[in-house]
């Protein structure tokens, strides 16, 4: 299994923890990623709203340098997989586009022919890898650790682009957690906005979408949230203690990265997965868990 690995901007930025515990468990599983260094953001759905054409041509660059490779995408980010995935299907089902685009690109040599699979982890884990593969693999098993999924709004809307989950009742990240020996939570906010996009406009509202899921699974009984994007990731472990303090509450619920709570149950250090970089201490929750066996 081998991928073009498109980490998007927030992993080398503000989620580093992210990366690394990404390349750590990937290596751990057989994954092989070739880093795409030179790659563009993606625009995060910014860009499209402004030029169309421009977010196209931005994320149709990145294609054809996996193209070149001969690899699919991996990305690690669910707001990444969102606009890839929609770029993707437009630049592959219609042509003109395609022409425009390429056009735009042809000054510098490049060309997309619409040959490029995009795929988040958490896919390639469910579907390359294999849950049967993941759980012969489970050096310490999460029994005992109730957790609560959070998809957020890009992994499953639209699920024209995307198709891999339900996006009213997605299942991937419980079989996932299932398989990791962890007990799943299940409560409405796992499918909604964390409120991310809101913070700079209206950090009320941003808050209380973040901190209304987050006091739910606390409701429900989950000892701990995890997420397949760091953007959602920083809603609601960055901005948790305002959005506590807006609510009148201390929520006080740790939210692992994805990557991060596959490391913990494939016997991945606290150090290797760098879970001292969360606002939240993930200590409550690491109580729940034993050691990982030899």
Known sequence: MKYAFYTGCAAKGACPELYQSAVKVAKLLGIELDEMTSAACCGAGVVREGDADLSLAINARTF??????????????????????????TLKEDPAARDRVNAMLAPDGIAYRGTVDVKHFLWVLIQDVGLSKLRQAVKRSLA?????????????????????????????????????GGERI???????????????????MALAMGGNATAEAKGEGADCMVT????????????????????????????????????????????????SRHMVPVTKAMGKIASPTS
Do not use: W
């Not at 991996?74 to 770029?87: D, E, K, M, P, S």
């Not at 959602?232 to 009148?248: K, N, P, T, V, W």
């Open 186 to 204: 299940d409560y409405s906010g796992r499918i909604k906005c964390c409120g991310f996009p809101l913070v700079l406009e209206n950090e009320p």
């Open 64 to 89: 054809a340098q996996a193209e070149a490779k001969g690899l699919p995408v991996l990305t690690i980010c669910g707001t990444c997989q969102g606009v890839l995935a929609n770029a993707n299907k």
């Open 228 to 275: 397949p994007c760091p953007l959602c990731h920083m809603s609601l472990d960055i901005y948790q203690e305002r959005a506590g303090r807006q609510r009148g509450e201390r929520l006080d619920m740790p939210v692992f990265h994805l990557p991060q709570l596959v490391g913990l149950a494939l016997g991945l250090s606290e150090q290797d997965l760098g879970l």
């Open 144 to 180: 005992g650790l109730r957790v609560a999924p959070f998809y957020g709004c890009y992994i499953l809307r639209p699920s024209k682009d995307l198709g891999l989950d339900d996006p009213n009742n997605p299942t991937s990240l419980e079989e996932l957690i299932t398989a990791l």
